[in-house]
C-alpha cells in the first residue's frame, strides 16, 4: 500500500496496520504524546532504522519522546517501552522543518507584502504573543514563526483574491453564497493570479491551484552523539524542492 490511514484511537492497531502494510517510510502528523505512543509501539514490533524511516514534523521537540506530559486522555496510552527501547527508535529519525531558521538567516531584511521587513514581522509577532499569552518570552519559537508566517500569508492571498474578484462589474460579493457558483469561480480564478513576497517567501500559484515556490525548508536526523540522541542538521531543501547535503 501506498498509503495507510490510521486508527487515531489506538496507537497499537495505527503501528500494526503498518507493519501489516509493509510500508517503510511513514510519516507521523500528530502531536507528540501519540507520536510517541506509535514510536514506542513500534519499538515493541522491532520497527528500527534502517529498515524503517520515521519522520515527525518540526513541532515535535528534540526530546519529545522524553516528554510524559499529554494533551488529552483520548485513549488508553501505550507505556510498556524503556528509555532504552524509545533511544533505538528515535535513532534515525527524521524531522523536516518548514523552515523558520533560514528566513530568519537570509530574508531577514527581505520587505515582504505589508510593507515590512521579516524581522519587523518577527518583532510585532513576538509582541502580540507576549499580549496575547501575558508571557514575558525573548524570541518566538521556530514553529511559533512558521504558523504565523502561513497565516499572514494566508490572509493576504485571501484579501487580494476578494479584491481581485470584486473588480469584476458582473460579481457582487455581498451576494456571496457556499452555492453561488459564479462567485466562487471569480475567486478562485483570482486566486491564481496572486503574485508576491510573503512571511514564507515568493507566493505564486500554477493553474491546478497548487504552489509554485516553497519555503526553504531543512532536513533533520536523530544521531548518536556520545552517550545520547542529537538531532543534527542533514540536508537544507530550497526552493525547487531539491535536497542539498
Not at 51 to 64: A, G, L, Q, R, T
Not at 146 to 154: E, H, K, N, Q, V
Request: charged share 25%; proline share 2%.
Amino acid at each position: 500500500k501506498d498509503i495507510v490511514f490510521l486508527n487515531n484511537d489506538s496507537p497499537e492497531e495505527s503501528v500494526k496496520d503498518i507493519y501489516a502494510s509493509a510500508a517503510r517510510i511513514i510519516y507521523i502528523n500528530t502531536y507528540h504524546d501519540y507520536g510517541r505512543d506509535i514510536l514506542c509501539q513500534a519499538a515493541e514490533l522491532g520497527m528500527f532504522y534502517p529498515d524503517y524511516v520515521w519522520i515527525v514534523p518540526m513541532f515535535f521537540s528534540e526530546n519529545f519522546w522524553r516528554n510524559q506530559t499529554r494533551r488529552r486522555e483520548r485513549y488508553t496510552p501505550f507505556t510498556q517501552c524503556t528509555e532504552e527501547a524509545l533511544k533505538r527508535i528515535i535513532k534515525g529519525l527524521l524531522v523536516v522543518d518548514y523552515q523558520s531558521r533560514i528566513l530568519r538567516e537570509y530574508f531577514n531584511e527581505t520587505t515582504i507584502i505589508g510593507n515590512i521587513t521579516m524581522s519587523e514581522f518577527e518583532s510585532e509577532i513576538l509582541a502580540r504573543y507576549k499580549k496575547l499569552r501575558n508571557e514575558n518570552v525573548d524570541s518566538l519559537t521556530d514553529s511559533n514563526l512558521i504558523f504565523a508566517s502561513l497565516g499572514y500569508d494566508t490572509m493576504w492571498t485571501g484579501a487580494m483574491a476578494l479584491h481581485g474578484a470584486s473588480q469584476n462589474p458582473s460579481i457582487n460579493l455581498s451576494s456571496f453564497t457556499y452555492e453561488n457558483d459564479t462567485i466562487r469561480d471569480a475567486i478562485y480564478k483570482s486566486a491564481l493570479g496572486v503574485n508576491f513576497t510573503g512571511a514564507t517567501n515568493k507566493l505564486k500559484y500554477d493553474g491546478n491551484g497548487d504552489r509554485k515556490f516553497v519555503t526553504y525548508g531543512t532536513l533533520h536526523q536523530h544521531k548518536t552523539i556520545g552517550s545520547d540522541l542529537i538531532r543534527t542538521l542533514i540536508a537544507n531543501i530550497n526552493h525547487q524542492k531539491q535536497l542539498l547535503f
